[in-house]
């Protein structure tokens, strides 16, 4: 969901280490959806079947992963669409006051974020429901550093909806800069 600059990028990377066979494309204006999907389809394999959705609900319903990549003020995805075993990557509206998902799939779902400091500060999608008491921060169950070193389990079961809300920060954008120079053969002090 979403049609930005990242939203190309987001797909891909999914798409690099999931086998995912179908990306279905989602914004608001139909002219940029097209287009997304047209970036995305340079990015991915030919194996990946990249379209342009029409009906939201029904795509989302059948969805392994949603991600959204948008500045919505407003939720764009609702929990009554999820599935048992969808995972809800939120990574735009990074401001207190914008959210992209509603009540329904922050209550449904196990919630993991980037670093507690910017999710807790900038997240709308956890800073709101927080601030009027529908979860606390205790439902938050780690953050990525947590699972990526195994200290938080991530899905418990095949059933389970989690959902990752990032807000991004400079320790992630200078870990990928270092990785992706020690794999060029560089070095970085």
Request: glycine share 8%; hydrophobic share 40%.
């Amino acid at each position: 969901m979403g049609t930005g600059a990242l939203a190309p990028t987001v797909a891909a990377s999914h798409c690099a280490v999931r086998p995912i066979k179908l990306v279905s494309v989602w914004g608001r204006r139909r002219e940029k959806a097209v287009a997304t999907a047209a970036a995305i389809r340079e990015r991915v394999a030919n194996s990946v079947e990249v379209v342009v959705c029409d009906q939201i609900e029904k795509t989302v319903a059948s969805a392994d992963i949603v991600s959204c990549s948008t500045s919505s003020p407003t939720p764009i995805l609702a929990g009554k669409w999820l599935s048992p075993g969808t995972h809800v990557d939120l990574i735009g509206s990074f401001q207190p006051t914008k959210r992209e998902s509603d009540d329904d799939v922050v209550l449904r779902s196990r919630i993991f974020v980037d670093t507690f400091h910017g999710a807790l500060h900038e997240g709308g999608d956890v800073v709101e429901p927080i601030s009027r008491g529908l979860i606390d921060r205790n439902r938050i169950e780690g953050q990525l550093e947590d699972l990526v070193s195994g200290r938080v389990q991530g899905r418990g079961s095949n059933d389970e909806i989690t959902m990752f809300k990032s807000v991004g920060s400079a320790i992630e954008d200078l870990a990928t800069a270092r990785m992706l120079v020690a794999a060029a053969g560089g070095s970085v002090s």
